[in-house]
């Protein structure tokens, strides 16, 4: 009797400890901690380090996407020491020949928070189709000299009938201008923060920041003739380079923001007004909630 409870204490244990070891195996790597909040996009080996993009869905969008992003050596440890700079570029088909264009995109510095994480953005211009890929070429020095690991990207379409967060438009002036919503990035009813970035197209690798125009804000319901809604400012460039003002939602629905661009002389350049045979800028982005 003693020895047949002692074979089943001991069969017991068995199953225990092997049912124990399975979930062992099977539970995730643990993630770094600081990445908390965040979701791997896209990393790249080059061999000797691998480079690890993160935002909080894991996609990247056409328009405003701020990017995290992290080194690691050969053995897995993310390294704080790196000299960061990157080149988003596309690669279209244009009936047989290909053409190639960047898009606005922030130098990449350190975080505040932790020294192995670093931060920029880039403002996607282009959805990734058929027509054309998106590959983004980083060069990083960790001390050693630079190197560099081309990553290929996915970027999805942003816009819908009722929601689109980046527009551009050709100037009076004949310039390109490319216009990113980062916020109201969840609109509520009343008056929102709204944040845009402004650039122009200098070439296809050079979209710098437009300083010093303002941005002027109407926004409308068109599904309720087109009424407005009080509590607009005006957008005005920051000190960190982006346009600030505020936008007003008087209910919730579907709202286009209508934008036009004035330049630094008081000239607009961009946008049409609205006006009850005007019903919309031709410069404008779209929110429903
Ligand atoms: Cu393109």
Request: with cysteine.
């Amino acid at each position: 009797m003693k020895l047949l409870m002692r074979s089943f204490l001991l069969l017991f244990a068995l199953v225990a400890f092997s049912s124990c070891k399975k979930d062992e195996a099977a539970e995730p790597t643990p993630q770094t901690p600081t990445t908390t909040g965040l979701q791997l996009i896209e990393s790249a080996t080059d061999g000797n380090y691998t480079l690890e993009l993160y935002n909080s869905t894991g996609l990247l969008k056409v328009g405003y996407n701020p990017i995290s992003f992290r080194i690691k050596n050969g053995s897995g440890t993310a390294v704080s020491n790196a000299n960061l700079s990157w080149m988003p570029m596309m690669t279209m088909d244009m009936g047989g020949s290909a053409h190639q264009h960047s898009c606005p995109h922030s130098t990449i510095g350190s975080s505040s928070g932790d020294a192995t994480l670093f931060e920029g953005y880039a403002v996607f211009n282009m959805a990734s189709s058929m027509m054309g890929f998106w590959e983004l070429t980083f060069t990083y020095d960790i001390g050693s000299g630079p190197q560099e690991v081309v990553m290929p990207v996915t970027v999805q379409a942003s816009d819908s009938e009722f929601h689109k967060e980046y527009t551009s438009t050709i100037g009076a002036d004949s310039v390109t201008y490319l216009l990113a919503m980062v916020e109201p990035s969840n609109p509520e009813g009343g008056v929102n923060d709204m944040i845009v970035g402004l650039y122009k197209r200098v070439s296809d690798t050079e979209f710098p920041v437009v300083d010093g125009y303002t941005i002027r804000v109407d926004p409308r319901m068109p599904g309720m003739g087109n009424h407005g809604a009080p509590g607009n400012v005006d957008l005005t460039q920051g000190a960190d380079g982006f346009y600030h003002g505020m936008v007003g939602f008087s209910m919730t629905g579907y709202w286009k923001i209508n934008l036009m661009l004035e330049d630094g002389a008081g000239t607009i350049i961009g946008g049409q007004e609205v006006t009850p045979t005007n019903l919309e800028s031709s410069v404008h982005f779209k929110v429903s909630f």
